[in-house]
């Protein structure tokens, strides 16, 4: 990222990699809206206490429609249980927030006029820890 966005939605934004593209956008000078559900996360984990006044939280829901008052240039969704050990723990949640939140994200950035940035964790898709994926998983 160039530092080139006023403000920022972050889908996830208290999990591992949300929390610190939180901080990295704060750091470029863009206002942060940190959106996540705390699923998986603990409220600890909310990058808060080092945004300062250009960090907003917000606990949502992302598998219902949400909205973000104000102007956004960037959506960034990043929410998605990350570990395959919470897949059978949050079976429902899981496939919500792999489909449903990520349509949510989308409308919002259409409505917004925001570009959209869609990551997730490869974990997701299978073992972290066996073989690694025969090449065409890779495209």
């Known amino acids: 990222m160039d530092g080139t966005f006023q403000r ?19 750091e470029q000078g863009t206002h942060v ?13 909310v990058p808060v206490p080092r945004g300062g006044p250009r960090l907003e939280f917000r606990l949502t829901d992302m598998a219902e429609p949400f909205d973000v008052p104000g102007e956004v240039d960037l ?6 249980p990350g570990a395959a050990a919470d897949a059978p723990r949050y079976p429902l949640e899981t496939l919500d927030h792999g ?12 409505r917004k006029g925001a570009r959209f940035v869609l990551a997730s964790t490869a974990e997701t898709h299978g073992d972290p820890w066996g073989s690694a994926p025969p090449a065409a998983y890779h495209g």
């Not at 972050?10 to 939180?22: D, E, I, N, P």
């Not at 809206?33 to 984990?45: G, M, N, Q, R, Y």
């Not at 959506?75 to 998605?80: A, D, G, I, Q």
């Open 75 to 80: 959506v960034v969704h990043l929410r998605s």
């Open 99 to 110: 489909s449903v939140s990520t349509r949510n994200a989308l409308v919002l950035a259409a």
């Open 33 to 45: 809206v940190c959106v996540a559900s705390l699923l998986t996360e603990s409220p600890a984990a």
């Open 8 to 26: 920022a939605v972050v889908t996830g934004g208290a999990g591992f990699l949300g929390r610190r593209l939180c901080q990295r956008l704060l």
